[in-house]
């Protein structure tokens, strides 16, 4: 294909032989001719196309917002004969990024790397990079696409706060379930004998009884679970209140994860995926959250959390938006006494009041935020 200067030399290549030809001035016909020469040299340059495999790397997959990410690239040359100098073109995050890679000898190889733009958070989606080459004069260009794709996470900055210490003590011998990890000291029933298991755990009076070895099943108590939901619609934000709202409902989730609670991210947007109960699939979410003007919003904050009010295990909920309306303040409101604590953070210089029981943060920054939630959460 044609690059920009090759289509300037094009056009003008044949201008300058229509005028020539027209108004009988040989000089003019020979500089187009010269045109038609170098176009054509150009293209018979391009037939030579090099055989080059190459090997794309993203280290590391993911990273927070402003933190190094490097592209490791490893290109051979599988040909019997030398390759001409070649490009590598990626796209990140809407960035074009360009890559000069020297002449290859038969059988050599190369290995560059460069950096990748991670000033915005966000999930991108990087397609197989383009190697190509172009004859001397850069009048054609010809690239092939080269390696698979990749996913670099960017996740959102994430602020130390305090996890909400408001959902009951941590009691070591508190309420089990089947589901509950093992490994703790609280018992929650009696089971046959497995190898491996700890001999120090037999119950040697139901083993008497049954004639069999039944040891203590020991697990983790169940905690409170934190529910963090961050509103993705669009009409509550201003400004970049959006990717501050997105670093408070990150902090609060790395937070819980820290202190060992199960949390539980959940967005407002209809098509939203599950981030499963990790800190690192939460921030995964997070990192591809966007405000959508078709998003219900916390409209629908009922219907989002229907399974969890079904349920009996106590949960600590969260709800991070710009500025809540008085329809979100009475439906937060009327799911107040279904949790055991219930925060409501506001990223808006101008905050809706919150309900009476709510724990309330009105900031307009993430860092401002964590601060006043530092201030207001007791340690």
């Given at each position: 294909m044609l690059t920009r200067t090759g289509a300037a030399v094009g056009i003008s290549t044949v201008a300058l032989l229509a005028a020539g030809i027209l108004a009988g001035y040989p000089e003019l016909v020979m500089i187009g001719l010269a045109g038609v020469v170098a176009l054509v040299v150009a293209a018979l340059w391009m037939l030579l196309r090099p055989q080059i495999g190459a090997v794309r790397e993203i280290r590391p997959h993911r990273v927070t917002e402003g933190n190094p990410a490097r592209a490791v690239l490893t290109v051979k040359n599988t040909g019997t004969r030398r390759s001409p100098p070649l490009v590598v073109t990626e796209t990140v995050a809407d960035q074009r990024v360009t890559v000069p890679l020297p002449s290859l000898a038969a059988g050599a190889s190369h290995e560059t790397t460069y950096p990748l733009p991670t000033g915005r958070r966000g999930r991108y989606s990087i397609p197989a990079l383009m190697v190509g080459h172009s004859d001397p004069l850069r009048l054609m260009y010809v690239g092939s696409p080269c390696s698979g794709g990749s996913v670099l996470y960017v996740h959102p900055r994430i602020h130390h706060v305090v996890p909400v210490a408001l959902g009951g003590p941590r009691d070591m011998e508190g309420p089990t379930s089947s589901r509950s990890p093992q490994g703790g000291i609280a018992f929650h029933s009696l089971r046959d004998y497995q190898p491996g298991d700890d001999w120090r755990l037999i119950d040697w009076k139901s083993t008497a009884r049954t004639g069999s070895l039944v040891v203590r099943h020991n697990v983790i108590p169940d905690?409170?679970?934190?529910?963090?939901?961050?509103?993705?619609?669009?009409?509550?934000?201003?400004?970049?209140?959006?990717?501050?709202?997105?670093?408070?409902?990150?902090?609060?989730?790395?937070?819980?994860?820290?202190?060992?609670?199960?949390?539980?991210?959940?967005?407002?947007?209809?098509?939203?995926?599950?981030?499963?109960?990790?800190?690192?699939?939460?921030?995964?979410?997070?990192?591809?959250?966007?405000?959508?003007?078709?998003?219900?919003?916390?409209?629908?904050?009922?219907?989002?959390?229907?399974?969890?009010?079904?349920?009996?295990?106590?949960?600590?909920?969260?709800?991070?938006?710009?500025?809540?309306?008085?329809?979100?303040i009475d439906i937060l409101s009327s799911l107040g006494q279904r949790f055991l604590t219930v925060s409501l953070v506001q990223i808006s210089e101008r905050p809706t009041a919150a309900p009476r029981g709510v724990i309330a943060v009105n900031a307009s920054t993430s860092d401002r935020f964590a601060a006043l939630w530092n201030q207001l959460v007791p340690q």
């Open positions: 905690e409170p679970q934190h529910l963090i939901v961050l509103d993705t619609s669009s009409e509550p934000y201003s400004g970049s209140s959006f990717e501050d709202a997105v670093r408070v409902a990150a902090s609060l989730c790395s937070a819980a994860s820290q202190a060992a609670f199960p949390i539980d991210l959940r967005l407002t947007a209809e098509d939203a995926l599950p981030s499963g109960d990790s800190e690192l699939g939460a921030l995964d979410l997070l990192a591809g959250a966007e405000p959508g003007p078709a998003d219900p919003g916390l409209s629908t904050l009922a219907d989002l959390l229907n399974d969890v009010l079904a349920g009996s295990d106590g949960t600590v909920l969260a709800v991070v938006t710009g500025r809540a309306s008085s329809r979100d």
